[in-house]
């Protein structure tokens, strides 16, 4: 149960096992064509098209942390010349 096939080679010719693929090729190819699937596909003035909203999550998304930022640096240099006497000291 468990053993490997034996190939025969000398029964083997390569041209008739070329002609008796192509019509294996024919049944096994894809019932619609290329072209309807291309056709199908967005052009490229739809597919470029961006909303209006994606602007703003890209905004809000870059700016808000780069402010929370700037804030976090400015509130800790201000502490750190305040620890150490400068001129806004109290």
């Known amino acids: 149960p468990n ?10 010719d390569l041209k008739k096992a070329a002609v008796a693929a192509i019509p294996a ?7 619609f064509a290329l072209d309807s699937v291309i056709e199908a596909l967005p052009t490229n003035t739809l597919a470029l098209e961006v909303q209006a909203g994606a602007y703003l ?3 809000l ?3 808000l942390p780069v402010l929370f930022l700037i ?3 400015v509130q800790t240099e201000s502490r750190k010349a305040g620890k150490a006497g400068g001129q806004d000291s109290d």
Do not use: C, D, E, R
């Open 61 to 63: 998304g870059t700016f």
């Open 25 to 31: 090729a024919a049944i096994a190819s894809p019932a």
């Open 57 to 59: 999550a890209i905004l």
């Open 71 to 73: 804030n976090l640096f």
């Open 3 to 12: 053993q490997v096939p034996k190939v025969v080679s000398a029964g083997f």
